[in-house]
């Protein structure tokens, strides 16, 4: 299961954080792109089952999904890429560029306050 990497990932690099940090991690946000192979619901199931037993067992995990960047190559206007209506929202046309999908990015970890 592809999520239960990530959510390893995600916690090492959180563990890795705690020597800087004291207290137990209460928010984890994570931001990713609109094409990525990551099942949300699996994603966040994983992530507790590996939070377990750990300083993160219990924290929220938000996933922020940043759509992709397009550019009309008929009326240059820059847009969200919606993947259920391919066409540029000014002109109606479907000749554009789209840009690069953004990657899995660990954005925020929040300790309780003490």
């Known amino acids: ?7 390893e990932n ?27 192979a990551i099942n949300d619901e699996a994603l966040k199931f994983a992530f507790e089952a590996i939070a377990a037993g750990t300083i993160c067992q219990g924290a929220k995990l938000k996933i922020k999904h940043i759509p992709l960047k397009a550019v009309c190559n008929s009326c240059h206007k820059k847009f969200n890429f919606d993947l259920y209506e391919p066409q540029c929202p000014k002109c109606g046309k479907s000749d ?12 925020e970890i929040e300790f309780e306050k003490k």
């Not at 916690?11 to 792109?33: D, P």
């Open 1 to 7: 299961m592809h999520e239960m990497m990530v959510a």
């Open 10 to 36: 995600i916690v090492e690099t959180i563990l890795a954080q705690v020597q800087k940090k004291s207290g137990k991690v209460t928010r984890v946000v994570i931001s990713c792109g609109q094409i990525n």
């Open 96 to 107: 554009f560029l789209i840009g690069d999908d953004v990657p899995l990015i660990l954005e």
